[in-house]
Structures are given as structure tokens and as C-alpha cells.
């Protein structure tokens, strides 16, 4: 079992993540940026969360703005507070066209870094269905909007979660469903 620092804008795809590595892995703490939210709207998401999931972690702000550039806007797929409505641009990843250059410094740093391309999360997607059998009524919740806004944006009830990147990272497996041309 490692122990980690989950650094997040807490969207409900990082919700799902955080509360698998809370039953996998030993948590020092989250730090929470912008980018879903502003940070202190992330923060208070973070503990709300923890709280509501009974996960003992300390949630802790971090940046509340990219390195170098200015902020955007927040993104809306995970509802306008964060946990529950879309970021749609087909040239980057979410995270790194927030803050590309923090995203270059983690990837230029010393750290052994695993990256889990959004392509790949969105082979392995978690359905409504899915959803319903966890019978986890907080989780069910926050994933509401999201799973409607893959309905009207995509035509399928589902969503890619960030816990297949934290599961795929440390028991070093990702499972790809059977069409996959992985």
C-alpha cells in the first residue's frame, strides 16, 4: 500500500477516484487547485465529500490559478458547483489546458510520473446502471448531471472516472472492454 497526496479540482470523476484510493490506499492528504472550481470552492467540495463518505483525509487548498497564464473560466460538466454538470475541446486534455506549465513541470520533474491519457479513461467507462448497483447514495448523486450530460452530448449513459487511472496505476492492470482495439 503507498501513501499519497491527491491533488485534484475534486469534478465527480475525481470523486469516484478518491473514494476508491480511500479503500486501497493510505491518503497524507488532498491538496485542491482550480479547474472544475475555483479552489475554494474545490476545498470545500474536497472536505463535503470526505465528510459525506466517511474518508479521514485533510483537505488542504492549493493554487487557485495556472502558473503562467491567465485563469478561464471554470468548466460546468460536473454541475456549477463542481460535483455534479463541459469541457469540450478535442486539441487537449482538460487538466493540462488549464495549466499547461504546471503540467510541464510535473512531467519535466524528477518524480516517477504515470500518465493515463483521457482516451484511454474513456475505454473504460463506469454506466447508470453501474452506478445504481454501487447503491452508494452520495456517489449516485453527484453523478446525476454527469451521466445525463453524456445522455444529450455523447448518446450513451455512462462516464469515464478517474479511479481506473488510480487502479490501473497500482495493481498495474487496466482492463479494456472487449471492443477495444488496445
Same mark, same amino acid.
Do not use: W
Given at each position: 500500500? !503507498?501513501?499519497?497526496?491527491?491533488?485534484t479540482d475534486?469534478?465527480v470523476?475525481? /470523486?469516484?477516484a478518491?473514494?476508491y484510493? /480511500?479503500?486501497?490506499q493510505? +491518503?497524507?492528504?488532498?491538496t485542491?487547485?482550480f479547474g472544475?472550481v /475555483?479552489?475554494? &470552492?474545490?476545498?470545500?467540495? =474536497?472536505?463535503?465529500f470526505? &465528510?459525506k463518505?466517511?474518508i479521514?483525509?485533510?483537505?488542504y +487548498?492549493g493554487?487557485s490559478?495556472?502558473?503562467t497564464? !491567465?485563469?478561464?473560466t471554470?468548466?460546468?460538466l460536473h454541475?456549477?458547483d463542481g460535483?455534479?454538470?463541459a469541457?469540450?475541446?478535442?486539441f *487537449?486534455?482538460?487538466? @493540462?489546458w488549464?495549466?499547461?506549465?504546471?503540467?510541464d513541470q510535473?512531467?519535466k520533474s524528477?518524480? $516517477?510520473?504515470?500518465v @493515463?491519457?483521457l482516451?484511454?479513461?474513456?475505454?473504460?467507462?463506469?454506466?447508470?446502471?453501474?452506478?445504481? !448497483?454501487?447503491? &452508494?447514495?452520495?456517489?449516485? =448523486?453527484?453523478? !446525476?448531471?454527469?451521466l445525463?450530460? *453524456?445522455? =444529450? $452530448?455523447e448518446?450513451?449513459?455512462?462516464?469515464?472516472?478517474d479511479a481506473? =487511472?488510480?487502479? *490501473?496505476?497500482?495493481?498495474?492492470?487496466l482492463?479494456?472492454?472487449?471492443?477495444?482495439?488496445q
Open positions: 500500500m !503507498r501513501t499519497l497526496i491527491i491533488d475534486i469534478g470523476d475525481d /470523486a469516484f478518491l473514494a484510493a /480511500a479503500r486501497t493510505r +491518503r497524507l492528504g488532498i485542491t487547485v472544475n /475555483a479552489v475554494g &470552492q474545490a476545498v470545500k467540495n =474536497a472536505r463535503l470526505c &465528510q463518505m466517511a479521514e483525509t485533510e483537505a +487548498r493554487c490559478r495556472p502558473l497564464q !491567465r485563469p478561464s471554470p468548466a460546468t454541475g456549477e460535483l455534479g454538470d469541457f469540450d475541446n478535442k *487537449s486534455e482538460f487538466n @493540462i488549464k495549466d499547461p506549465h504546471a503540467a510535473v512531467l524528477a518524480l $516517477k510520473v504515470v @493515463i491519457p482516451d484511454v479513461t474513456h475505454q473504460v467507462l463506469v454506466t447508470g446502471d453501474e452506478v445504481q !448497483r454501487l447503491n &452508494q447514495p452520495v456517489l449516485s =448523486a453527484i453523478c !446525476r448531471p454527469y445525463a450530460y *453524456s445522455l =444529450a $452530448k448518446g450513451f449513459v455512462g462516464m469515464a472516472v481506473d =487511472a488510480v487502479r *490501473s496505476h497500482f495493481f498495474q492492470t482492463t479494456l472492454p472487449a471492443h477495444s482495439n
